[in-house]
């Protein structure tokens, strides 16, 4: 079994800072990529960020040069730092890793936590 634990979500005035930590256990040999992901009412889920076990991010245009992913491999736990949020930042945000185990490639989710922007 895998698990991938989400922290850091709330509720934060326009203009304003929040850090998203997710943590996987279980059964893991190795992370591909991990990354966060966000689904906003009636919206359809959409990439915030990503980043590659070697360190290669992806950014969704709406938040670059505002979030930060990162990683610790051996920790297994990504983050998501995020500054001059913004209204429309407003979703449930959604960890994801590419988990390999016993040869298997497989995409895991998290629980979710919700974002809300105040404006």
């Known amino acids: 079994q895998v698990q991938l634990v989400e922290s850091g979500g709330g509720l934060v005035q326009a203009g304003g800072s929040l850090r998203l930590s997710c943590a996987a256990s279980g059964r893991i040999f190795a992370i591909n990529v991990m990354g966060w992901y966000r689904q906003a009412p009636g919206k359809q889920r959409e990439l915030v960020a990503t980043m590659s076990s070697g360190g290669g991010t992806n950014y969704a245009e709406s938040v670059k040069g505002r979030f930060t992913i990162s990683r610790d491999n051996a920790k297994k736990t990504v983050w998501l730092q995020m500054n001059s949020l913004k209204p429309e930042d407003t979703a449930v945000y959604y960890c994801?890793?590419?988990?390999?185990?016993?040869?298997?490639?497989?995409?895991?989710w998290g629980q979710g936590t919700q974002v809300t922007v105040s404006s």
């Open positions: 994801n890793g590419e988990i390999s185990y016993r040869g298997s490639l497989t995409s895991h």
